[in-house]
């Protein structure tokens, strides 16, 4: 039964499209818990903000970055650029990067690939439990580029795009929840086709 997951833009006229929906399957794939680090690692010069809540620190490597996506719900932006699908609706076909594909128990910061490529970004969250869950996103210097806050479903990714500058690269994202729940995050960035779509806030 294909199912169409609910899309919340971070920004009007994003109009994101998803395609190939395919049901979560429970059991299709091992747990996969997020790559870890022996000792708590923040981002290279990002400082303490008021703004950044004090969750648990871990490194995303590239090490294992495609397993980790392959885990994901099958409807995902990043598993369908993955598996050499474009299924955002504005964005330049080809242009789309998988940043982060974690899954996490608890709340839990990350940080991001120093290089990075376009002008937009898209951060998907699905939950085993419905639970209510934010995240926020941060450039180097500690600053908010992005957020959202959504009920977090086992019945397909909730996504929120929005617009970042060259300026103000996505450095570190903070995604916290309270409700026991595993849930699936990834992040994805690309090129928008829509001129008038602004980068950044």
């Not at 090490?63 to 369908?80: C, F, N, P, T």
């Amino acid at each position: 039964m294909n199912r169409i997951p609910r899309m919340v833009a971070g920004l009007a006229g994003l109009g994101l499209l998803l395609t190939g929906c395919v049901p979560l399957d429970d059991g299709s794939a091992d747990p996969i818990m997020p790559s870890s680090s022996a000792e708590p690692v923040l981002p290279p010069l990002i400082t303490a903000s008021s703004q950044a809540p004090e969750l648990p620190s871990q490194l995303s490597p590239t090490d294992g970055l495609e397993q980790r996506i392959m885990a994901l719900h099958k409807s995902s932006v990043a598993y369908q650029v993955q598996q050499g699908k474009h299924p955002l609706d504005h964005a330049v076909p080809g242009s789309e990067r998988v940043l982060l594909a974690e899954r996490l128990a608890q709340g839990m910061r990350f940080e991001l690939p120093e290089k990075q490529s376009g002008d937009s970004i898209i951060v998907e969250m699905t939950c085993s439990e419905s639970i209510d869950a934010r995240f926020e996103v941060y450039d180097v210097t500690g600053r908010s580029v992005g957020s959202g806050k959504s009920s977090c479903s086992p019945e397909g990714p909730s996504g929120f795009g929005f617009g970042i500058s060259e300026d103000h690269r996505a450095r570190q994202i903070d995604v916290s929840y309270v409700q026991e729940s595993l849930m699936e995050l990834s992040v994805t960035t690309f090129t928008s086709t829509e001129q008038e779509y602004p980068a950044g806030n």
